[in-house]
């Protein structure tokens, strides 16, 4: 690290658990965000400002007017701009050492699985359950960790589900592919704007403490966040013995035998 990073970054360095070691760790390290919407835009910028060496970012959207309530990336003069384009372009401005790759797609098919395999975590901050469970399926393929974030009204999620652990769950043992789940969208039910911005901040931090390899992941659990009533709490999430995406997981039935 040059002095002007050293001092960027001294307040991580400050951190025992975390010092120079970990943001070598954050500079080497490669995050896909799946999603640059409400939770995508502030997971981008923490994971930017921290120091994350390389981002790829996959939204097909363009920016309009109803974002700009919670989508904190853009700008009234970005409207009409994509969305992968224009985050790319401001996470720019908050730290030019982070190498941004803006995939201006909707992520699927062999494309989605060049982009799982090519990062070291995954953060979902989609808002379609067709693509949590595409991601899911890479991520498990893949054995990379998923940090899943969700934020509806009032109502914020956030897990981790990292195949590498022994008896790791996945995103389809708690919410099974074929259950008759109607999408829940933001469009239609309406979305606390701040709400966003705490469950994307926290899918921030969980990835980094993936990355550097500190404290506890909030692996096999799942934080409910109940933001109207400033009440929160956590479950375990089983893993499902039969579950069609993660049964042939070998670490997952280790830890279950
Ligand atoms: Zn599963």
């Keep these: 690290m040059n002095d002007e990073q050293l ?11 975390f010092g120079v070691e970990g943001q070598a760790r954050l500079r080497g390290a490669r995050v896909l965000l799946v999603g640059a919407g409400g939770l ?23 920016v309009d007017a109803t974002n700009l309530q919670r989508q904190i990336l853009y700008r009234a003069d970005t409207i009409g701009s994509a969305k992968a384009e224009s985050a790319r372009a401001a996470l720019r401005d908050v730290n ?29 901050c989609s808002d379609n359950f067709e693509t949590r469970h595409a991601v899911n399926r890479a991520c498990v393929g893949h054995r990379r960790p998923l940090v899943s974030g969700a ?17 790791a769950p996945c995103y389809a043992c708690l919410f099974p592919e074929d259950t008759d789940a109607e999408a829940l969208r933001c469009a239609v039910m309406g979305v606390l704007a701040p709400l966003t911005g705490v469950i994307g901040a926290m899918q921030a931090v969980e990835a980094i403490k993936l990355i550097a390899g500190i404290g506890e992941p909030l692996a096999g659990r799942l934080l409910l966040l109940d933001a109207l009533h400033g009440e929160s709490r956590i479950v375990r999430i089983a893993r499902d013995p039969h579950c069609p995406v993660c049964s042939g997981n070998t670490a997952a039935q280790r830890g279950a035998a």
Excluded: K, N, W
Aim: hydrophobic content about 50%.
């Design 7 to 17: 001092l960027r970054y001294s307040r991580h360095l400050l951190l025992t658990e």
């Design 40 to 62: 995508g835009c502030p997971a981008a910028l923490y994971l930017a400002s921290a120091g994350v060496g390389h981002l790829t970012i996959a939204d097909p959207d363009l």
């Design 96 to 124: 030019p050492d982070v190498a941004v790759m803006a995939l201006p797609t909707r992520l699927e098919g062999a494309a989605l699985e060049q982009a799982v395999a090519a990062v070291d975590v995954v953060l979902d």
């Design 151 to 167: 934020a509806i009204r009032f109502d914020g999620q956030l897990a981790v589900f990292d195949p590498r652990r022994p008896g």
